[in-house]
């Protein structure tokens, strides 16, 4: 499975972004669908998570909200984030899990795509 992510830059506090993830290759084996992001000096953390057939969403308490996640018919993977504020600033990456339940736990997410930058301004 490859993951490609796309859809990040600089916005200003307040502001929308809305990121993608295309996935490719054996995708029958996806069970979920998640987004992760990392800042500069921290770890790197659960933003949110989808089910393939996008029947189920887990949300980090941070971006309840503001954040929402879908997905289409086809491989595309969504993620709609409004009001954003500095402390989104982050690479963000989307991960596919072969596990039976949507995780918050990266290690449960076995492919991962190159990330995008985030940069909110204040």
């Known amino acids: 499975v490859q993951l490609q992510a796309s859809g990040g830059g600089l916005v200003q506090a307040g502001g929308s972004l809305r990121l993608s993830c295309v996935a490719s290759?054996?995708?029958?084996?996806?069970?979920?669908m998640g987004w992760f992001r990392q800042a500069p000096g921290k770890e790197r953390e659960f933003v949110v998570g989808?089910?393939?057939?996008?029947?189920?969403t887990r949300y980090a308490d941070s971006v309840k909200g503001r954040f929402t996640i879908s997905r289409d018919n086809a491989k595309n993977t969504y993620l709609q984030m409004n009001s954003l504020k500095p402390e989104d600033t982050a690479v963000y990456y989307c991960?596919?899990?072969?596990?039976?339940?949507?995780?918050?736990?990266?290690?449960?997410?076995?492919?991962w795509g190159q990330g995008t930058q985030v940069t909110v301004s204040s």
């Open positions: 991960a596919a899990s072969a596990a039976n339940y949507v995780s918050s736990i990266h290690r449960a997410y076995d492919y």
């Open positions: 290759g054996r995708t029958f084996s996806i069970y979920a």
């Open positions: 989808i089910t393939w057939g996008g029947g189920t």
